[in-house]
Structures are given as C-alpha cells and as structure tokens.
C-alpha cells in the first residue's frame, strides 16, 4: 500500500496577512483558491486510482491498494494541476505515518516537493 499526504505551503502565511491587513475579500479569496486547488489535487488521485481518505483546509490524504507511484510523474501532475497561484509539498510513504514523516521532512527541507519516506536521505523531489 501507499500513502500520499499533502499540504499547502505557506498558506497559514497568507491567511494571518489577511487578519493583520483587516482584508475580508483577500480571505475570502484566498478560502476559495485552497477549498478550489485542494478538491483538483484530490481529484487527480482518485483519477490515478487512489482513495482519498481526507480533502479539507489545505490538504489532501489518499492511499492506493497498489504501487504505482511514480514520484517524479505524480509531484508533476500535481503541479500542473495546481499552477502557480500555490505551492504544495508532498510526502510518501507506505504507512500513513511515513508519508507524514516524508510530508514534513518536504517541509522542512525547503518546501513545494515531494519526499518519499524510504529516501528521505538522498534530495526530495522538486
């Protein structure tokens, strides 16, 4: 089994500029990009045959019964899904704890990539 977890990257940035700014229409613009980007990427996995176990706020989980991942092809597709208005980091594992662990370790390594748990050592995907 595999796992893919994925999370928007620096959305929580975007979010506290439009408190701090007192922006109502930047918020509610900013909801509708993430709820839109979110449910494209959660659509592209189901059509790559993985079930989406969770779509919401700015991230997607979804697992598929069979290997087929193809790091590289899937970081592109998701990019070229979500275009340049977001960046999304992407993490893979065969357990939903590795995805998570490679999903941070994405993070923490710079961000809008994927890593994949068992090789987390070697660079992450960009």
């Known amino acids: 089994m595999t796992f ?7 959305i929580g940035r975007r979010l506290a500029a439009c408190y701090l700014s007192n922006d109502v229409t930047a918020l509610e613009t900013t909801r509708e990009l993430v709820d839109l980007k979110t449910q494209q990427i959660s659509d592209l996995l189901t059509e790559l ?25 899937l970081y592109q597709r998701i990019e070229n899904t979500v275009g340049l208005e977001l960046a999304f980091s992407v993490g893979v594992g ?4 590795e995805a998570y662990v490679a999903l941070l370790f994405a993070k923490s390594t710079g961000k809008a990539r994927l890593c994949n ?10």
């Not at 989406?52 to 092809?73: N, P, Q």
């Not at 748990?117 to 960009?126: I, Q, R």
């Open 94 to 97: 065969k357990t939903l704890r």
């Open 117 to 126: 748990f068992k090789s987390m050592e070697s660079e992450c995907l960009e």
């Open 4 to 10: 893919v977890t994925i999370d928007g990257d620096d």
């Open 49 to 73: 045959g993985y079930n989406v176990l969770f779509c919401a706020a700015d991230g997607v989980t979804a697992h598929s019964k069979a290997e087929i991942i193809d790091d590289m092809r």
